[in-house]
């Protein structure tokens, strides 16, 4: 091995002894059918697929259910059960679902919920249909062709300014009483950073974030996220700030510029040393069609003194931005949505069949009663219907409150729909004989009498006075 690490092996991370896994970085791995008879429900969610699986959590490809035949792909992570016990690992999982859900910016994976079903815990994420950088560039060290152009390089310099921005916007979160929260990731890696196959760059997994409200607090002599990307003073453990994510961003644009990892050696001690005081040669040391202006960026970022280093993940992004304007390359959502369907087309292939599976999946799947009983929905030809398996009774859990299907409120009874056996030996009712409709006069005809009996009695009264 190179004194900058020739391991080709991006998407393995670290487990050290001193490292704590944060649990699974993306979505893009081959996913696996959960069988039918471990199909799972979490409060309104079903688990189709697994994705993936983490030391701390799995990630379930899953469909969200609502009112009205609502449907959506989602990407549910739910903690393993049995550290579902473990108050630590609760507590991280909370922090990161309190973080991560409080950032509202397109280059962050959006969580917009977290529940507690059948004794564990999950998050529930848009999911992303992509690749994670790591997997990346797996694919471009088997094509060393590609990385060593000059689109690509303008490509890099694009994702990694589009984290820059992701980043900033968790930095810069505040609370409810605007106060700063100083969200510092801590886990930044290229398994941490994710592109869509139609060209967005997301920030994924919280799950070892700092925040001044964290539940979760780190042990002493404990550091958290991945070593080849850890800051010198993040090793240090001195207090976590932004610049720990600039150093990993800084990284992470050496390795994807170079085709190569950085830091990555034998052992722990090595790697320790290397982040500590190992010299970090430029990345067009290695490649040397890297433009000079990307020297001078990578080099910054990684400055050993923080001082020294980007103050901020968006004022590093500023000069990305200056290059990507200056270095004469198409670098739009479009042109990297093109690049990444081109490049990884049997996998976009692989990963749009997954979703019509899944569309197909609920167009034949009932729908799910609030009270976890499953409803038929209707189906467009009796045929369909006849093919149908008869409905089962599903357990969900009960803190999850779902809208009925079919416009039913939540005080009528639920309405379970009767096996087809039932269905054909149920009589229908003789119905009562309704009665005959009102003629349209009779309204007329009674305020008409009642007119003329008041007047006869206002006549009457008049007369009786005259005479007394």
Not at 145 to 168: K, M, N, P, S
Request: charged share 25%; aromatic share 6%; hydrophobic share 40%.
């Amino acid at each position: 091995m190179s004194p900058t690490g020739t391991d080709d092996d991006f998407g393995a991370d670290e487990e050290l002894a001193t490292i704590v896994d944060p649990g699974l970085a993306g979505f893009d791995t081959i996913p696996s059918r959960v069988e039918a008879s471990d199909e799972e429900r979490l409060g309104r969610y079903r688990l189709l697929y697994q994705l993936g699986r983490g030391g701390m959590a799995t990630v379930y490809l899953g469909r969200a259910q609502g009112p009205g035949g609502f449907e959506r792909p989602v990407a549910i992570k739910r903690i393993h059960p049995e550290l579902a016990q473990e108050r630590s690992f609760v507590e991280m999982f909370l922090d990161e679902a309190r973080i991560a859900s409080r950032i509202s910016h397109p280059n962050v994976c959006t969580v917009f919920d977290f529940g507690e079903a059948e004794g564990t815990y999950f998050l529930a994420m848009e999911y992303l249909v992509g690749e994670t950088l790591a997997s990346l560039m797996e694919l471009l060290v088997r094509r060393p062709a590609i990385h060593h152009t000059q689109q690509w390089h303008a490509f890099a310099a694009r994702l990694v300014r589009d984290a820059c921005e992701g980043l900033h916007a968790a930095h810069e979160l505040r609370d409810e009483r605007d106060r700063p929260l100083h969200v510092v990731h801590r886990d930044v890696s290229l398994g941490n950073l994710f592109v869509t196959y139609d060209g967005a760059l997301k920030v994924v997994d919280f799950g070892v974030a700092f925040a001044r409200d964290r539940v979760h607090h780190t042990a002493a002599g404990t550091v958290k996220g991945k070593l080849a990307y850890m800051a010198p003073e993040q090793l240090e453990g001195h207090p976590a700030d932004r610049r720990y994510d600039v150093w990993a961003l800084g990284v992470c644009l050496w390795e994807l510029l170079a085709g190569q990892r950085l830091f990555r050696r034998p052992t722990e001690a090595e790697a320790l040393r290397a982040v500590r005081s190992d010299p970090i040669p430029a990345p067009s040391d290695v490649v040397p069609r890297v433009d000079p202006r990307l020297d001078a960026i990578v080099a910054r970022a990684l400055s050993r003194d923080p001082g020294a280093r980007y103050a901020t993940a968006r004022e590093m992004g500023h000069d990305l931005s200056s290059y990507l304007a200056d270095c004469g390359e198409r670098t739009s959502l479009a042109d990297l949505a093109e690049w990444m369907q081109r490049v990884f087309s049997e996998s976009h292939t692989e990963k749009l069949d997954l979703l019509e599976a899944l569309r197909r999946d609920a167009e034949r799947s009932p729908g799910v009663h609030e009270r976890g009983t499953r409803v038929d929905r209707p189906s467009p030809s009796s045929d369909a219907r006849d093919t149908d398996p008869p409905p089962d009774d599903g357990s969900l859990d009960g803190s999850e409150t779902l809208s009925l299907p079919g416009g039913q409120s939540a005080e009528e009874p639920p309405t379970v729909p009767l096996m087809r056996d039932e269905r054909a030996a149920a009589p229908t009712p003789p119905r009562e004989p309704s009665p005959p409709p009102m003629p349209p006069w009779v309204p007329f005809a009674a305020a008409a009498a009642a007119f003329v009996v008041v007047a006869v009695v206002a006549v009457a009264l008049v007369l009786l006075a005259t005479v007394l």
